[in-house]
């Protein structure tokens, strides 16, 4: 709801500062006093596109500041200024400013953070409603139509919406397995090449490196076999140098206690003999482990080159072969299992699409059905509007599967006929001005309690009608206030002023070449006074006066 409105040299606003409340306000004043304006100021503060041409002449620019109610936490407002991290301070006002500068350029403001004209405009549908002589916004865009509807109806669009994703979800998992194995069949002789071939390899992990290592110490051993043999020549037969060794450790054991040197030397034989026999065994091992043996060299080669070959094949290191094959197998194995994955896919497919088709048409019914509730409520508006050949009619329409979506299966549009035996068409195409702005009055009625912004304005919702009819758009405009909404209506009606909660006159004066319009609200005599010159014209007279009592007595 708009609390407050501060408009600062916007046209020949030079400063004006209004509060508003809850229920019905009305404003009027003479042709020309400057009301346009007023939504113009209000129209750029929610985002309207910028013209430098209401900046007041002489001033280097101007400033619309405007004021609503706290946005209740969870509801779609709340949500989007938090998704662009608008802060807003529970119990405190949202607070919207717009600066324009005479030379071009403007800023906006959402709680004196800086934001988009975009981000305004969308929080602006939230908040206000402008319907007028030439709005093409609001209930006359048919995308909002189905909205409309459907929170008329009360429906529930959540579960339709999941259903829906569900079953696009499934679809597109189908086709991505068909993708899938449409490149895999496409693959599958090299696959199986591929495969018997890796297995046939067997390569295991690290075996390249073991292979590797064993390669060189045979091809070291065969460079060193002629020397090896030598000097393990050295220690065998009875002229070696250990049986020497160890022959003359027996004597010397026999002449060892005759003296301590003698004792000392036998020691450092026993510890000679023992080195001498920790070699020879070194000597034997390593033999064996460098044993040079062709055949082995050339089987060993050849398993090795294999692998290396088949690693640079498939373009990795030969440690990975094992792990490729295991990863090729599998892709074989889903082409083979590929049909009986796509049966379960498919009846996936079915099954959720069936769970939206039915989730979908009782949607349609509930919205078939409600549409015949909502045409018999307005037209039992149209009459007292003075629109009583005129005809309502609230198309829901069965898309084509291909069109079905989140939002169901139903294309959903208000179509009017004006005249008897006319087509239906779309509101904007064939209402003039006056039966458009009661036309949406005679829909804004029915759908009362339906959502939409909390402040609708009118502007001269009633040009071209009066007496009866006038009193009818009255009547229409207070009760529309009196369901939680707050209605802002231009008017030059003395019966629909006279049913406002607060009355707002707009004046124009001029000091020179200077001139200024204001707006202020009017105390009980003086909406008195001014619904009598509404009445009158120029000149007041006291049957006026008196006819303007009796209006206001009758509105309270």
């Keep these: ?187 599958r002789e090299w696959l199986a090449h591929c495969v018997a071939e890796l297995q046939t390899l067997n390569p295991q992990p690290g075996e390249e490196e073991e292979l590797a290592e064993a390669r060189a110490v045979m091809q070291k051993g065969e460079k060193i076999a002629g020397d090896l043999g030598a000097i393990m020549a050295a220690f065998e037969g009875s002229d070696s140098g250990p049986a020497q060794l160890r022959g003359a450790a027996r004597r010397l054991d026999r002449l060892a206690g005759d003296h301590p040197l003698l004792a000392e030397a036998l020691a450092g034989l026993d510890r000679a003999i023992i080195e001498a026999d920790e070699a020879e065994a070194k000597l034997h091992e390593a033999a064996r482990a460098m044993e040079y043996d062709p055949e082995r060299l050339e089987t060993t080669e050849t398993r090795l080159f294999e692998l290396r070959a088949m690693a640079r094949k498939h373009g990795c290191q030969p440690d990975a072969l094992a792990e490729l094959t295991g990863e090729l197998a599998a892709r074989l194995d889903a082409i083979e299992g590929g049909s009986a994955g796509l049966a379960k896919l498919e009846a996936m497919v079915a099954e959720t699409a069936a769970t939206y088709t039915h989730a979908a048409t009782a949607l349609s019914d509930l919205r078939a059905k409600a549409a015949v509730r909502l045409d018999a409520a307005v037209a039992g508006e149209l009459v007292p509007l003075k629109l009583d050949a005129a005809r309502f009619q609230t198309l829901v329409e069965r898309l084509p599967a291909e069109r079905w979506g989140a939002d169901g299966m ?74 939680g909404k707050q209605l802002l209506a231009v008017t030059h009606s003395p019966q629909v002023a006279a049913k406002g909660a607060a009355h707002f006159v707009i004046a124009k004066s001029s000091e020179g070449i200077v001139t200024r319009t204001s707006v202020h609200e009017l105390s009980d005599a003086g909406r008195r006074e001014e619904i009598a010159r509404m009445l009158s014209g120029a000149e007041v007279t006291d049957e006026a006066r008196a006819q303007a009592e009796r209006l206001l007595e009758v509105a309270a």
């Excluded at 609503?68 to 938090?82: E, K, N, S």
């Excluded at 991290?85 to 709680?111: M, Y």
């Excluded at 800086?114 to 002589?133: N, T, W």
């Excluded at 509101?427 to 029915?446: N, P, T, Y």
């Design 1 to 187: 709801m708009l609390t407050a409105l501060s408009i600062a040299n916007i046209v020949l606003i030079e400063r004006l500062d209004l509060d508003f409340e809850a229920g019905l306000g009305v404003l009027t004043g003479e042709t020309g006093a400057g009301k346009s304006i007023l939504l113009d100021a209000l129209g750029l503060a929610l985002g309207a596109r910028a013209d430098n041409a209401l900046v007041r002449q002489g001033c280097d620019k101007a400033q619309v500041t405007a004021s609503f109610a706290t946005p209740a936490v969870g509801t779609p407002l709340a949500l989007l200024l938090a998704d662009n991290d608008v802060a807003q301070e529970a119990g405190e006002p949202l607070l919207i400013r717009r600066t324009l500068k005479a030379d071009g350029g403007s800023r906006a403001f959402l709680n004196d953070q800086p934001c988009s004209a975009a981000l305004l405009r969308e929080v602006g549908s939230y908040l206000v409603e402008i319907h007028g002589q030439h709005d093409d916004r609001g209930l006359l865009a048919p995308a909002g139509h189905r909205a409309l509807l459907d929170t008329y109806a009360r429906a529930d669009t959540a579960g339709v919406s999941a259903a829906h994703a569900a079953w696009r979800g499934a679809e597109e998992r189908l086709a991505a397995a068909r993708s899938a194995l449409a490149e895999a069949e496409r693959d």
């Design 410 to 483: 139903d294309r959903i549009e208000f179509l009017i006929s004006t005249n008897p035996g006319a087509p239906f068409a779309p509101l904007a195409k064939i209402a003039s001005g006056g039966e458009l702005s009661r036309f949406i009055l005679a829909l804004k009625v029915a759908l009362a309690e339906e959502g939409g912004a909390d402040t609708i304005i009118f502007d001269e919702i009633d040009r071209g009608v009066g007496g009866a009819v006038a009193s009818a758009i009255g009547d229409r405009l207070a009760r529309l206030a009196g369901a």
